[in-house]
């Protein structure tokens, strides 16, 4: 375990650090672990609150059908399509429209390309999120990188070449100002 | 003894001499007087101080007198003989304070002026004045800084004139109504919400700075576990 973790350590350092990128000041705060987690966690939160709302809609208006029970399989698959797709659909459209997911919001953070510190694409998110999958199912080992990580980096961020860095209040007041001016 | 009858007569003739001297000047007297006053009562009389108060001869007079030390003179007297100390008890023992102010309003002049004043906008500009300025803050100051602010306060609060006006207040269906108003109104919506929202992210807030403590903390003792050196790109959390 420690081998892998050492792997996607040496694998995620910077090649080479010049002079002229210590001496940027402006060096963005990147998340850990903890932060993170408690993101994912509102935001699954929010998804699973969704899904039993609407299952339980449905659910309801089913009951009232006179559908043969041959159907149940059909109707759960369905329902798990579009879970799904719902999930797959939340952290898709919020990672690449604005980098921030309800819970990311809440704890001022959102996810950027390593690069040019931008919204993943679509693609990118889509990437991000089946190598998110991936990390976690060695016993969630895939996100240990992050805890040593000279970026905070997990499994998925390397694969999808993101990282997790803080909103600042200055990023915040200038998305609200945005926001009102869209309206306006 | 022979000369008696003598110094009688002489006697008698001088008691008669003074009865008639006091007769005769009782009755110029009463003649003077009564001719005096059938001067003053007379058109001419009249017609005379009217010509003497218009001459120059007067107004000369006049100025002279004022620009003479007759005026300092007449001010130490009024003050020696204390003129308006008596003159103010006798206005106040009398009727004629009480009586002025009603003559005073009940007089169409009293309406005239207010008209007047109130169409010249004076009274906008002492109110704009009293506003601005500080005398009124000072004024207000001053009064809610006294004793006897506070006693009056205490005294109107453990006063059952405030109870019973609570009571009724409180059984008033009107006031209800404009409790729901307020109630419902967009202001009070609004600060609710953000009051909401203001704790939302005060506790927000405090599980940011916990969870970015425990990534430190966690992060620390995992390099030092691994041997690595602390991390360089990680910042401290941002005081909010």
């Known amino acids: 375990m420690s081998h892998a973790v050492r792997r996607a350590v040496q694998a995620a350092r910077p090649e080479h650090t010049t002079p002229a990128a210590q001496a940027q000041p402006a060096e963005p705060a990147y998340q850990g672990l903890v932060t993170r987690s408690i993101a994912f966690a509102v935001d699954a939160a929010i998804i699973n609150l969704v899904a039993m709302v609407v299952a339980i809609a449905v659910g309801l208006a089913v009951s009232v059908l006179p559908l043969p029970n041959s159907l149940d399989p059909v109707l759960v698959s369905l329902g798990g399509l579009a879970y799904l797709l719902w999930s797959t659909g939340y952290f898709v459209v919020f990672w690449s429209s604005t980098g921030e997911t309800p819970g990311d919001r809440l704890m001022h953070i959102r996810v950027c390309t390593a690069d040019a510190q931008q919204p993943p694409t679509p693609l990118r998110a889509l990437v991000r999120l089946g190598a998110l999958v991936l990390a976690a199912i060695p016993l969630f080992a895939g996100f240990l990188p992050i805890l040593v990580d000279e970026r905070r980096r997990g499994l998925h961020d390397m694969i999808a070449g993101t990282v997790v860095v803080g909103v600042t209040v200055a990023t915040l007041s200038s998305n609200r100002g945005d926001a009102e001016a869209g309206r306006g | 003894m022979a000369l008696r009858p003598v110094v009688g007569a002489a006697s008698l003739g001088r008691r008669l001499e003074r009865h ?110 009293v506003l601005e300025g500080p005398e009124l803050e000072r004024v207000v100051t001053s009064a809610l800084d006294s004793p006897v602010m506070e006693r009056l306060v205490t005294r109107v609060i453990e006063s059952q004139l405030l109870d019973q006006a609570v009571e009724r207040l409180l059984e008033s269906d ?67």
């Open chain 2, 174 to 240: 009107e006031l209800w109504v404009l409790v729901d108003e307020i109630a419902q109104s967009p202001a009070v919506m609004d600060a609710i919400a953000q009051q909401s929202v203001g704790f939302a992210d005060q506790v927000a807030g405090g599980v940011r700075a916990r969870s970015q403590n425990a990534d430190t903390w966690i992060e620390t003792r995992v390099r030092r576990a691994l041997r690595r050196r602390p991390a360089s790109g990680v910042h401290p959390p941002e005081p909010r």
């Open chain 2, 20 to 129: 008639a001297r006091k007769a005769a000047a009782a009755g110029a007297t009463e003649a003077a007087l009564a001719g005096l006053d059938a001067l003053l009562v007379s058109r001419l009389a009249a017609e005379a101080v009217d010509r003497v108060v218009a001459s120059a001869l007067a107004r000369s007079a006049v100025s002279n007198a004022l620009e003479g030390p007759i005026v300092e003179a007449v001010a130490r007297d009024v003050v020696r003989y204390a003129v308006f100390d008596r003159v103010t008890a006798e206005l106040v023992a009398g009727d004629a304070l009480e009586e002025a102010p009603r003559t005073v309003m009940a007089s169409e002049a009293v309406a005239d002026l207010t008209d007047a004043i109130l169409a010249s906008g004076v009274v906008e500009q002492a109110v704009a004045r």
